[in-house]
Structures are given as structure tokens and as C-alpha cells.
């Protein structure tokens, strides 16, 4: 296994839309969900709409066919593979829920290209019905207390900081973060020199990093598409791979970089693993 770890955003980085915004307006929820917003946190709301769904008879199929149709580009797809071919270690952190994530990627056979899933909880309970739980406990602050923009359910920051404590022991790796979202900033201030920040411009995150460029450690290549994402991340990954002396040149691209368990328990909740 290479040195690098390759951390992926799911909605509008792996794919090109909000998976939560894609199931309610799929299922023509969306009145009641803008209705309900303003009232509870998004995590709740959207085990919410997952009740009422199922109230009004939509099934688990329903939700599923639902979700493959979300858009997730070839060359997205394409990068995940070949970085996982060049021997990467894939794992994703996303503030939308397990059931979700491994619906889409299990349709487009990439379940098994990840190592581990970090996400809210998502599964079906004991009357069919989808059921979506907080990452990090919303009634205990201790479990989050994170003052940069993190939804109240999920501190990506606490993430990368237990998966850079496990590196440790693993010797010397590096990590490439991918996102797009208010959440992703955190992640990014603690990422370390020789790791790579890869914002998608003109999205939240970017607008956050931007602004302050000089708070993050980590090299800064934006990214506006999936083009851009596959061809900015293959070639970060084959700086890294090069820089460990192990691996001779192995990608060839003109390019010019533009740096600027499924239910939570305690604090810290388990990594959702994927089975190999």
C-alpha cells in the first residue's frame, strides 16, 4: 500500500449533487421539507422526512431507485479507480448517511474501492423505514465543541484528527482531502505540510480557504469539474508516489496547478468500515 490517503467529500464531490436534497425532491417531499427546516437541525429533519416518506408509502426501493440516479460522473468514477489502482487508500467522510453513500456507490461498483465510510448512521429499522442518526451526539457538547463551521452532528476536524493519530503508527503517510462544503473546512486547518487541500472552487470551502489562505499548512489546488478532479488529483498522487522514492513517474499530464458501527455511541462513534 502507497504512502497516501485519499479522502473524499461524497455530495457535490463525488457526486454532482446533495444525495439528502436528491431523495426529497425525488420523491416530492420538497414542500414539506422547506416547511420543516426552519425548525430543527438538518440531521433531524432529514430522519424526519425519511418517517413521512414512509408514511405516505414510499418504499426502500422507492429511496433506492432514487439514489442511482444521482450524477456521478465517468471521470470521477475513472479517478477513484486508477487512484485506487496506483495504491491509494480510499476512504470518504460526508456529512450525508451511510445508506446513501453505499446505495450509489454500490450501483456504480465502487463500494469496494473505499476502506472506510465516516458518516451519519442510515439504516432500515424494523418497520422498513430508512432511519438516519447524528454522527456526534446533538444533545452532548462535549461530543463536537468545534468552533469553526461544522454542522452540529458531525466534526469532520475529529475525523482527520483520529485518522492522522492511527497514521502514526503506520508510518510516514500522506493525505489528500477532497470537498466542497462549510464542513470541509475544518478538516483542511488540520491537515500538515506535504498533505494536499483540494477545494472545489467557487464552492463554500473555497470561499472559507481563500479568504485566509495562509491558515492552512497544506498545499491548496482548486478544482472546478470532474476533469479537473480527476486530472488535479492524479497528479498530486503522483508527486507523492515519486517523493517516496518507491514508485518511478507513473502519470504523464500537462497540467497547471492553481495552488492557492452503524449507530453513533459515546463521543467519538465507530468507523463505518467497508468489508473487503
Same mark, same amino acid.
Given at each position: 500500500?502507497?504512502?497516501?490517503?485519499?479522502?473524499?467529500?461524497?455530495?457535490?464531490?463525488?457526486?454532482?449533487?446533495?444525495?439528502?436534497?436528491?431523495?426529497?425532491?425525488?420523491?416530492?417531499?420538497?414542500?414539506?421539507?422547506?416547511?420543516?427546516?426552519?425548525?430543527?437541525?438538518?440531521?433531524?429533519?432529514?430522519?424526519?422526512?425519511?418517517?413521512?416518506?414512509?408514511?405516505?408509502?414510499?418504499?426502500?426501493?422507492?429511496?433506492?431507485?432514487?439514489?442511482?440516479?444521482?450524477?456521478?460522473?465517468?471521470?470521477?468514477?475513472?479517478?477513484?479507480?486508477?487512484?485506487?489502482?496506483?495504491?491509494?487508500?480510499?476512504?470518504?467522510?460526508?456529512?450525508? @448517511? %451511510?445508506?446513501?453513500?453505499?446505495?450509489?456507490?454500490?450501483?456504480?461498483?465502487?463500494?469496494? %474501492?473505499?476502506?472506510?465510510?465516516?458518516?451519519?448512521?442510515?439504516?432500515?429499522?424494523?418497520?422498513?423505514?430508512?432511519?438516519?442518526?447524528? %454522527?456526534?451526539?446533538?444533545?452532548?457538547?462535549?461530543?463536537?465543541?468545534?468552533?469553526?463551521?461544522?454542522?452540529? @452532528?458531525?466534526?469532520?476536524?475529529?475525523?482527520?484528527?483520529?485518522?492522522?493519530?492511527?497514521?502514526?503508527?503506520?508510518?510516514?503517510?500522506?493525505?489528500?482531502?477532497?470537498?466542497?462544503?462549510?464542513?470541509?473546512?475544518?478538516?483542511?486547518?488540520?491537515?500538515?505540510?506535504?498533505?494536499?487541500?483540494?477545494?472545489?472552487?467557487?464552492?463554500?470551502?473555497?470561499?472559507?480557504?481563500?479568504?485566509?489562505?495562509?491558515?492552512?499548512?497544506?498545499?491548496?489546488?482548486?478544482?472546478?469539474?470532474?476533469?479537473?478532479?480527476?486530472?488535479?488529483?492524479?497528479?498530486?498522487?503522483?508527486?507523492?508516489?515519486?517523493?517516496?522514492?518507491?514508485?518511478?513517474?507513473?502519470?504523464?499530464?500537462?497540467?497547471?496547478?492553481?495552488?492557492?458501527?452503524?449507530?453513533?455511541?459515546?463521543?467519538?462513534?465507530?468507523?463505518?468500515?467497508?468489508?473487503?
Amino acid at each position: 500500500m502507497a504512502g497516501v490517503i485519499v479522502i473524499f467529500d461524497f455530495d457535490k464531490t463525488i457526486i454532482d449533487c446533495d444525495s439528502d436534497n436528491w431523495v426529497v425532491d425525488g420523491l416530492g417531499a420538497t414542500a414539506l421539507f422547506e416547511e420543516l427546516l426552519p425548525t430543527m437541525p438538518w440531521n433531524s429533519l432529514m430522519d424526519r422526512m425519511m418517517s413521512e416518506l414512509h408514511s405516505q408509502g414510499k418504499t426502500i426501493e422507492d429511496i433506492v431507485d432514487c439514489l442511482r440516479t444521482a450524477p456521478l460522473h465517468p471521470q470521477v468514477i475513472s479517478a477513484i479507480k486508477t487512484a485506487h489502482a496506483l495504491g491509494c487508500e480510499l476512504r470518504i467522510v460526508s456529512d450525508a @448517511n %451511510y445508506f446513501f453513500i453505499e446505495t450509489i456507490l454500490k450501483h456504480h461498483g465502487l463500494f469496494d %474501492y473505499f476502506s472506510e465510510i465516516n458518516t451519519n448512521p442510515g439504516f432500515v429499522d424494523e418497520e422498513g423505514k430508512l432511519r438516519i442518526q447524528p %454522527y456526534h451526539d446533538l444533545f452532548n457538547s462535549a461530543s463536537h465543541g468545534c468552533t469553526n463551521p461544522c454542522p452540529p @452532528n458531525m466534526c469532520k476536524g475529529l475525523i482527520i484528527k483520529r485518522i492522522q493519530d492511527a497514521m502514526l503508527s503506520e508510518g510516514k503517510k500522506r493525505i489528500i482531502y477532497l470537498g466542497d462544503g462549510k464542513g470541509d473546512y475544518c478538516p483542511s486547518l488540520k491537515l500538515g505540510e506535504g498533505d494536499f487541500m483540494m477545494p472545489r472552487k467557487n464552492y463554500p470551502v473555497w470561499e472559507l480557504i481563500t479568504s485566509n489562505p495562509l491558515l492552512l499548512k497544506a498545499e491548496i489546488h482548486g478544482w472546478s469539474n470532474a476533469e479537473e478532479l480527476e486530472k488535479v488529483l492524479l497528479k498530486l498522487i503522483n508527486i507523492l508516489l515519486s517523493a517516496d522514492k518507491k514508485t518511478p513517474e507513473l502519470l504523464s499530464m500537462d497540467w497547471k496547478f492553481q495552488p492557492v458501527s452503524r449507530l453513533p455511541h459515546e463521543a467519538f462513534p465507530q468507523v463505518l468500515r467497508v468489508p473487503n
